[in-house]
């Protein structure tokens, strides 16, 4: 079936460093894709997405990469601040007829001093 | 700007009784999602509609059912409740760009509710 992973459960970075998380899926029919950051006790917050057709998309502080041939997607984070603290969900979407999400294992994201 | 509301944030019930979770999506969305968050797990799919007609299935036991309302709004219903129920029940609304399912752009969620089982 299918399925979407993270590498890494914890990733511990130092305030100012940048922060990659990764994620990897196997469907290849996948055309749209999302990371969310999610807060103790609170629904995931979207952060950026990119769709099938494009390889990078930034926005503020964020960089979402997708490489379509190896079926992996990157965000990073610049300058990473103590609010970047959370866990980090990459979702992707299975294919053009459904909406659903697949989310991947979360990555928990601390920032130390 | 206005966000997805969920309600009640905090529910709980005993073993086998019943609970009803309401879902309010962002206004002009058209596409309501519902999914599981068990305790350290990622979320769940359960399942999702579409201008008020069910569009995709998730892993949604039986004992769940849910419907989208004419106003949008959506409802989930949960009858013989199990200890493992206990979770955070997340909504989520998009507007589908092109009209059609799969069109859909990106998933807004709401805070949750959370929903103990004793």
């Known amino acids: 079936g299918e399925s979407v992973g993270l590498h890494l459960p914890t990733l511990s970075v130092q305030e100012g460093d940048n922060s990659i998380i990764n994620c990897a899926y196997s469907n290849s029919a996948s055309d749209y894709f999302i990371w969310y950051k999610q807060e103790s006790g609170k629904g995931p917050q979207f952060i950026i997405d990119i769709r099938s057709n494009m390889d990078k998309r930034q926005g503020q502080r964020v960089t979402v990469l997708l490489n379509k041939t190896v079926k992996h997607l990157s965000l990073q984070i610049a300058a990473t601040q103590p609010g970047d603290s959370a866990v980090y969900f990459c979702a992707v979407r299975g294919s053009y007829n459904t909406d659903k999400l697949i989310f991947g294992t979360g990555t928990r994201l601390q920032v130390f001093p | 700007a206005a966000g997805v509301i969920q309600s009640p944030r905090h529910l709980i019930k005993e073993k086998r009784e019943t609970a009803t979770l309401k879902c309010y999506p962002i206004p002009r969305h058209d596409t309501v999602y519902w999914y599981q968050q068990g305790p350290g797990q990622d979320p769940q799919f359960l399942i999702s509609f579409y201008e008020k007609m069910q569009s995709d299935k998730g892993s949604i036991p039986d004992r769940f059912s849910a419907q989208q309302f004419s106003d949008y709004h959506s409802e989930l219903n949960m009858s013989s409740l199990e200890l493992g129920d206990s979770a955070l029940y997340f909504c989520?609304?998009?507007?589908?760009?092109?009209?059609?399912?799969?069109?859909?752009?990106?998933?807004?969620f709401g805070p949750g509710t959370r929903l103990t089982v004793l």
């Open positions: 989520a609304s998009s507007l589908s760009r092109l009209g059609y399912v799969g069109s859909t752009d990106t998933q807004y």
